[in-house]
């Protein structure tokens, strides 16, 4: 079945702390691969989305995520975040224009 | 905001009772999608509609029912409501195509006591 790792349940970092959120996959083919990050009581934003091209793919507030196909990986960088980066992140895989799976998700607690 | 609302944010309902959610898409959106997210857990895919055809389903069973109407708009319907349905219920609106991404409202939470 396809399926969306998340390998960290929950990540606390001090303020300009690097932060690197893994993300794995089972899929064949070609994939869309999404971030997407929900801060309390606000409704899931996408981060950065990757279809094809570049590998590296840079996002919204100082967000990137690397594409390595070799290891069905997807996995989000920030090199030093901030206390307003406190949320939960998921990565979510589709092809092709279908349903998006998700991962389980990574809550990111930064304290100030 | 993504331009996806949904109705209502909050409700309470009792075990066995039938519930309908309301989705508005994003305009010019004509694809909506339906998650599940329980508490701790990443949104499970309930239900994709196209053009008021249901194209694709998740493993969610038959009481589990949906409607997408001419301007796109949706809804779910569960019926005999269980305990375990209580989750954040989240639609999600995007253009057809093969690389397209997908906006998401608040959510609507369901509570089933």
């Known amino acids: 079945a396809q399926s969306v790792s998340q390998h960290n349940h929950h990540v606390i970092l001090s303020e300009a702390a690097s932060l690197e959120l893994g993300c794995n996959y089972s899929y064949g083919g070609t994939v869309n691969l999404f971030w997407y990050v929900q801060y309390p009581g606000q409704h899931l934003q996408l981060l950065l989305k990757?279809?094809?091209?570049?590998?590296l793919v840079k996002g919204i507030k100082g967000f990137e995520a690397e594409f390595i196909k070799s290891k069905f990986s997807f996995n989000l960088r920030k090199p030093s975040v901030q206390w307003s980066d406190t949320a939960e992140y998921f990565c979510a895989v589709n092809q092709a224009g279908t349903a998006l799976i998700f991962g389980k998700g990574t809550t990111l607690s930064v304290s100030s | 905001e993504t331009g996806v609302t949904q109705s209502p944010t909050h409700l309470i309902k009792t075990r066995g009772q039938q519930v309908t959610l309301r989705c508005s898409s994003q305009?010019?959106?004509?694809?909506v999608s339906w998650y599940q997210q329980a508490l701790g857990q990443g949104p499970q895919f309930i239900f994709q509609y196209y053009r008021e055809e249901e194209n694709g389903r998740g493993n969610f069973p038959p009481r589990f029912s949906g409607l997408q109407f001419p301007n796109y708009s949706s809804e779910l319907n569960v019926n005999a409501l269980e305990l375990d349905d209580s989750a954040l219920y989240l639609c999600?609106?995007?253009?057809?195509?093969?690389?397209?991404?997908?906006?998401f409202g608040q959510g609507t939470r369901l509570t089933v006591v």
């Open positions: 990757y279809f094809s091209g570049d590998p």
């Open positions: 999600a609106s995007s253009l057809e195509g093969p690389r397209t991404e997908a906006f």
């Open positions: 305009s010019g959106h004509n694809t």
